[in-house]
């Protein structure tokens, strides 16, 4: 049973410009969280993607977006970066009902980004 | 809307000696709880959960929690900490119901420095 996966592990960027983190979810898993943990703080959460759909948006503005796949794994869009966007962003892979009800969280090591 | 508050930021303790971190949460549902920890450049690692049953929760490494609904705590001890226990530890909860209560609300995380 492989675990989740993130990439890449480091990224640095410019203000303005736009990247793309990509989470791979555990074998099984249908559901993928993603949160932004800021230095010093606990993870922040951004979505939350249940069978390639949203199913659950925290406090981030529309230019965090995502995608999940047929395969389950997910990306994560963010455009016209900013300094506050400095961050570990992790991704977390569960397996959801048929209520959309969400089991224990699993944590990938998380994708560092850096804006300059 | 869920809130978790974890009363240290910093707990320092010898070798050997017992440790109790504090998690208190604030919530207008009924929630699941969790026990996180986070080493040195990496991701999370679940400890333990409390979803029902017994308020006393065993977990990895030997931690252990306690689930108090009367005071809305859930405390994570163990009787005997490693050097290798020096990690942030982070308590979160998440709601019972759909909709965005699936996400984990985290707290600040403590700092456990276990010294010789």
């Known amino acids: 049973e492989t675990g989740v996966t993130q990439s890449p592990t480091h990224l640095i960027k410019t203000r303005g410009q736009q990247v793309t983190l990509r989470c791979s979810s555990q074998s099984g898993h249908n559901t993928v969280s993603w949160y932004q943990q800021a230095l010093g703080q606990g993870p922040q959460f951004i979505f939350q993607y249940y069978r390639e759909e949203e199913n659950g948006r925290g406090n981030f503005p529309p230019r965090f977006s995502g995608l999940q796949f047929p395969n389950y794994s997910s990306e994560l869009n963010v455009n016209a970066l900013e300094l506050d966007d400095s961050a570990l962003y992790l991704c977390?892979?569960?397996?959801?009902?048929?209520?959309?009800?969400?089991?224990?969280?699993?944590f990938g090591p998380g994708t560092r980004l850096t804006v300059l | 809307a869920q809130s978790v508050t974890q009363l240290d930021s910093q707990v320092p303790v010898f070798e050997e000696a017992p440790v109790e971190l504090r998690c208190n949460y604030s919530s207008s549902v009924s929630v699941y709880l969790f026990w996180y920890v986070q080493y040195p450049n990496q991701g999370l690692q679940l400890l333990l959960k409390?979803?029902?049953?017994?308020?006393l929760v065993k977990g990895i490494n030997g931690f252990e929690a306690e689930f108090n609904k009367s005071q809305t705590s859930f405390h994570l001890r163990k009787p005997s900490v490693h050097i290798s226990d020096t990690a942030e530890y982070f308590c979160a909860v998440r709601g019972m119901s759909g909709g965005s209560n699936y996400k984990l609300t985290f707290g600040k995380g403590t700092l456990l420095t276990v010294n010789p």
């Open positions: 409390y979803l029902s049953g017994s308020t």
């Open positions: 977390a892979s569960s397996l959801g009902g048929a209520s959309g009800a969400a089991d224990t969280q699993y």
